[in-house]
Nanobody
Framework: QVQLVESGGGLVQAGGSLRLSCAAS????????MAWFRQAPGKEREFVAA????????HYADSVVGRFTISRDNAKDTVYLQMNSLKPEDTAVYYC???????????????????WGQGTQVTVSS
């Protein structure tokens, strides 16, 4: 499996921005589609964004379209989530995940992703 470590979370005011990073190690990161999920208190984990191994193909949850951008740097084995115009409802623990079986996003189900990071907390104050 690939090991994933998220960073970049924190406390930000509504309307602000954060950039999350997810560093990968252990296997060939550039061969995997990657995604971000989030889990708010008392809620199930939900899909946020995904990208293909090249980063050229992306997919977003409706709730973040136009505000969040997923990207990756395969030379650094890192995937990013740029979050702009943050809202209090974006408050959650954010996880990155790797799909070992696909070069491109196959869907939004958690079960498609075989490796997960430990998560990073994002808190948006109103």
């Amino acid at each position: 499996q690939v090991q994933l470590v998220e960073s970049g979370g924190g406390l930000v005011q509504a309307g602000g921005s954060l950039r999350l990073s997810c560093a990968a190690s252990g296997r060939t990161f550039r061969n995997y589609a990657m995604a971000w999920f989030r889990q708010a208190p008392g809620k199930e984990r939900e899909f946020v964004a995904a990208c293909s191994r090249s980063g050229s193909s992306t997919h977003y949850a409706d709730s973040v379209v136009g505000r969040f951008t997923i990207s990756r740097d395969n030379a650094k084995d890192t995937v990013y989530l740029q979050m702009n115009s943050l809202k209090p409802e974006d408050t959650a623990v954010y996880y990155c995940a790797a799909d070992h079986l696909s070069l491109s996003p196959r869907g939004t189900s958690e079960g498609l992703f075989g490796s997960w990071g430990q998560g990073t907390q994002v808190t948006v104050s109103s």
